[in-house]
């Protein structure tokens, strides 16, 4: 099925240790998002890349890295693991007109200890 | 920072009935939208309104924007078990850096 693909779907951390998340869209969208939520607090963009070989810091980007792979891929890296960072990670991409909104994945839960 | 905050945070209501949901926001925008998500899955667009635009339908759901009260409505009618999920407005210029609220947590009961 066309959609948004993330991966892994759980992951457990230890403080200190890194860690990428992927995430393919085959809709052939330009822009994809990473954003994470957290009870309470809704869903908060991390970064953002608006077109293939572009990424742009979001609302809390300290601690993260993404790199745009290719136009399908859009990986977000956690170079050192901090408890700060447990949180459930969703991954995202637009069409050009923004006429749908967006496509979500369905989430990393990520726990670090 | 929060853009859009819905009210309420949560709401209980029988199958059968409306559910009304509102978000209001602060700074100019150029589009709304309205998402549900069930327990533990991602979230899933349901409408989207654009500035110019003051009421959309799509099946059972009906939402209004007022710019200039900076507030918009998200109403399902006949509601389902299959309706009770979180609901978040996302509101943004562009589409670029859209903002979420932190959602309506609906419980329909059968």
């Known amino acids: 099925n066309a959609g948004v693909t993330q991966t892994p779907k759980f992951q457990v951390l230890k403080t200190g240790q890194s860690m990428t998340l992927q995430c393919a869209q085959d809709m052939n969208h330009n822009s994809m998002y990473w954003y994470r939520q957290d009870p309470g607090m809704g869903l908060r963009l991390i970064y953002y890349?608006?077109?293939?070989?572009?990424?742009d810091k979001g609302e809390v980007p300290n601690g993260y890295n993404v790199s745009r792979l290719n136009k399908r891929e859009f990986s977000l890296r956690l170079e050192s693991a901090a408890p700060s960072q447990t949180s459930v990670y969703f991954c995202a991409s637009s069409d050009p007109g923004f006429n749908y909104g967006y496509t979500f994945g369905s989430g990393t839960r990520l726990t670090v200890v | 920072s929060q853009q859009g905050e819905e009210d309420p945070q949560a709401l209980s209501i029988q199958e059968g009935e409306n559910a009304t949901m509102n978000c209001s926001y602060k700074t100019s925008i150029n589009n709304l939208q309205w998402y549900r998500q069930n327990s533990g899955r991602g979230l899933v667009h349901l409408i989207l309104?654009?500035?110019?635009?003051r009421e959309k339908h799509s099946g059972r759901l009906r939402v209004t924007l007022d710019t200039s009260k900076k507030s918009s409505s998200l109403l399902i009618t006949a509601s389902r078990a299959a309706d009770t999920a979180s609901y978040f407005c996302?509101?943004?210029?562009?589409?670029?850096?859209?903002?979420f609220g932190t959602g309506t947590k609906l419980q329909v009961i059968p």
């Open positions: 890349s608006a077109s293939e070989g572009t990424t």
């Open positions: 309104i654009r500035s110019n635009e």
């Open positions: 996302a509101t943004g210029l562009g589409y670029q850096k859209v903002t």
